[in-house]
C-alpha cells in the first residue's frame, strides 16, 4: 500500500515537468513566428530599389534581405555606372583646372570634353539604355559584359590622360608659384633699392657728426684767441697771374685741407700754386682757423673769403638767387594755404630743387668777375684727391676754347640728351642731343678767353629762361654744359678719373695713373657709407696730427 502510494506520487511529478517543458517550448515557438511575421511585413511604402531604407532598429536585417533578394548583376551595373561618373567629374575637373591656367593646351582640352561626352554617351546608348537601365526583368549578362568593356577601355584611357596632364599642370603649377616668386623678390629689391638711394642720398646731404664737431672746436678755438686769428691783409700773390691758381668753393673744412694738401705734396714748385676758398658766412671762420693753425707746406699761398663778400653776387644781378628767393616767398604762401586748408601744397618739390641752387655751387660761374686779374684758373671740387703735380694743365692750349675738361660719354651715355630737355623747342633748336658731356671737379678756365666769349652773360639768359626748370633739372651740370656748348677742350683722361663715390669697378691701374681723381657720387670718402677699397687714397692726405681731427673722432 505504502508502495504504490510512492510509486503514485512520483509518476504525478514526472507529468508536471515533462507538461512545463511542454509549455515553454510552445512559447518559443510562438515568439519565433511572431518575430517572422514582423520581418516580413511588407511596407508598402518602400520603393523597390531600396534608397528609401527604413532608419529603426531593424534596418541592418532589412538591408541584409533585400540584398539576398536583389539581382547580382543589378549590383554590378550600377558599379560599372558610378566608376564612370567618377571619371566624368575627374576628367572635368582637370579641364576646369587647365582652363583657370590658361594653359596653351587647347588639344588636350578638347580630349578632356570629347572623353568626358564619350563617357556619358555609354550610358546613352539604346541597347544599354533599354537592357541595363530601363528594364525591370533580368539583366542580359552579355550586355553587360559588352557595357563594362566600353567603360573600362574609357577609364584607361581617361587614366592615362590624367597622369599626363597631372605632370604638365604640376609643372606649370611650379612655373607660375616661380613668377609669383620672382615677381614678390623684384618689388622687393625695388622697394630696398629705392630706401637705399634715399638712405644714401640723406647720408651724402646731412652734416656727419664729426665735421660738425670739427667746426665747433675751430670756432671756440677762434673765440678762445681773437687776437690769435685776425684777419691778414690781402697778399700780391693773390692777384699775380704767373702763379698757378686754384679755385675751392666748399664749405666742408675736411675737404678742403685734403685738397690743398694733396695738390701741395705733388707738386714739384709749391712756393708757386695759389689757393682761392671760399665758403659760406657759417663756416669762413673755421676755415680759417684750420689754415692758422695749419699753415700750407712748401710755401704755398692760401686765402679763405665768403661768398658774401662778393657784394656784386646779389638778386638783382644772379638769376640763381632771384629764383631762391622767389621760391622761398612762393613756399611761405603755399604753407600759409596749406594750414589754412589743410591740404599739402606741390611746390615743396619745387623747393626742394631751389635749395639746390646753392649760390656756392653757382660761384664757377662768376669765376672772372671775382679774379679780375687772373688769366687762368684751376677749379677743383672738394672731393677731389690730386695724385700729380698739376702744373702741366696750365701748357696745354685750349685753342682759343674757355674750359678744359675730360669727356665722360660713350656709347649713347652721357650725352647733351641725358642732361637736357629736348622735347622743348628752345634747346631743340639750340643743341646737338648727342653732344658729348664733360666732367666737372677738375676744369681748368681761360677767363680771358671768357671774357670775350661773354660766358656769363649766356649763363645768365639760358639761367632765367629755365626759371620755371622745363629746359633742366636744377644743379649746375646741365647750366654749364650749356654755357660751355662749343667753347670746351676734351682733355686726356688720365687728368681726371671719375666715380669713387659711386662704381666699385674701376680699375687700380686707371686710379693710379690719374693726375685726380674725383669722388663723385654720394659715398664720399669722409663718410661712413664710402668704398672702402678707395678711402685710403683720400684719408692718406688728412692731418691726422691735427688735435681737433683725433678729438672729432673721424674713424679714418
Not at 670746351?488 to 687728368?495: A, N
Request: hydrophobic content about 40%; aromatic content about 10%.
Amino acid at each position: 500500500m505504502a508502495v504504490a502510494a510512492r510509486g503514485g506520487r512520483g509518476g504525478s511529478g514526472f507529468r508536471s515537468l515533462f507538461s512545463f517543458r511542454i509549455f515553454i517550448s510552445a512559447m518559443f515557438s510562438l515568439l519565433f513566428v511572431a518575430t517572422l511575421s514582423v520581418l516580413f511585413t511588407t511596407n508598402p511604402s518602400t520603393s523597390n530599389d531600396g534608397s528609401d531604407l527604413p532608419t529603426t532598429s531593424n534596418a541592418y536585417v532589412q538591408r541584409t534581405f533585400l540584398a539576398l533578394k536583389s539581382d547580382p548583376l543589378r549590383t554590378r551595373v550600377d558599379l560599372i555606372h558610378q566608376q564612370a561618373k567618377d571619371h566624368i567629374t575627374l576628367v572635368n575637373a582637370y579641364g576646369a583646372y587647365a582652363r583657370k591656367l590658361k594653359l596653351d593646351i587647347s588639344k588636350q582640352l578638347k580630349m578632356f570634353d570629347e572623353l568626358a561626352r564619350n563617357f556619358s554617351d555609354i550610358a546613352l546608348k539604346p541597347m544599354y539604355k533599354t537592357s541595363l537601365f530601363e528594364s525591370d526583368g533580368p539583366i542580359d549578362e552579355d550586355v553587360l559584359r559588352q557595357f563594362e568593356k566600353e567603360v573600362k577601355d574609357r577609364v584607361k584611357i581617361a587614366r592615362m590622360m590624367i597622369v599626363e596632364a597631372k605632370e604638365n599642370y604640376d609643372n606649370q603649377l611650379k612655373i607660375q608659384k616661380l613668377k609669383d616668386t620672382i615677381f614678390a623678390v623684384h618689388e622687393s629689391l625695388a622697394k630696398a633699392k629705392k630706401n637705399g638711394a634715399l638712405a644714401s642720398l640723406i647720408s651724402a646731404k646731412s652734416i656727419p657728426k664729426s665735421l660738425h664737431c670739427l667746426a665747433m672746436r675751430l670756432m671756440g678755438e677762434k673765440i678762445s684767441n681773437p687776437e690769435k686769428y685776425r684777419d691778414e691783409g690781402p697778399k700780391p700773390e693773390f692777384e699775380d697771374p704767373s702763379l698757378y691758381h686754384y679755385a675751392i668753393f666748399s664749405d666742408n673744412v675736411i675737404a678742403v685741407s685734403v685738397v690743398v694738401r694733396s695738390v701741395v705734396k705733388n707738386a714739384i714748385e709749391p712756393w708757386k700754386h695759389v689757393f682761392h676758398v671760399v665758403t659760406n658766412r657759417m663756416n669762413v671762420a673755421a676755415m680759417k682757423v684750420w689754415f692758422k693753425m695749419r699753415p700750407i707746406e712748401g710755401g704755398a699761398f692760401l686765402e679763405v673769403k665768403s661768398v658774401e663778400e662778393f657784394t656784386f653776387l646779389n638778386p638783382s644781378y644772379v638769376p640763381v638767387l632771384r629764383q631762391l628767393e622767389s621760391a622761398k616767398i612762393q613756399q611761405r604762401f603755399l604753407d600759409n594755404q596749406a594750414v589754412n586748408t589743410g591740404t599739402a601744397s606741390d611746390a615743396n618739390m619745387k623747393l626742394r630743387n631751389a635749395k639746390d641752387l646753392s649760390m656756392l655751387d653757382h660761384l664757377r660761374f662768376y669765376l672772372p668777375e671775382i679774379y679780375p686779374k687772373l688769366h687762368k684758373i684751376l677749379l677743383l671740387d672738394d672731393d677731389v684727391v690730386v695724385q700729380k703735380d698739376l702744373t702741366g694743365l696750365w701748357k696745354i692750349d685750349l685753342d682759343g676754347k674757355v674750359n678744359g675738361a675730360v669727356e665722360i660719354c660713350f656709347g649713347s651715355f652721357h650725352r647733351y640728351a641725358q642732361y637736357l630737355n629736348f622735347s622743348h623747342s628752345l634747346i631743340k633748336d639750340s643743341f646737338n642731343p648727342k653732344a658729348c658731356a664733360w666732367a666737372y671737379g677738375m676744369n681748368i678756365f681761360n677767363l680771358d678767353a671768357w671774357r670775350r666769349e661773354k660766358c656769363t652773360e649766356n649763363y645768365h639768359y639760358w639761367q632765367n629762361m629755365n626759371e620755371d626748370q622745363t629746359l633742366w633739372k636744377s644743379g649746375t651740370v646741365a647750366p654749364g654744359l650749356i654755357t660751355f656748348y662749343s667753347s670746351t677742350k676734351s682733355l686726356d683722361k688720365s687728368w681726371h678719373v671719375l666715380g669713387l663715390g659711386y662704381n666699385p669697378s674701376i680699375s687700380m691701374d686707371e686710379i693710379s695713373n690719374a693726375a685726380v681723381i674725383h669722388y663723385n657720387g654720394n659715398m664720399k670718402p669722409w663718410l661712413d657709407i664710402a668704398l672702402n677699397q678707395y678711402k685710403n687714397l683720400w684719408t692718406k692726405y688728412v692731418d691726422n696730427d691735427m688735435e681737433f681731427v683725433q678729438m672729432c673722432n673721424f674713424g679714418l
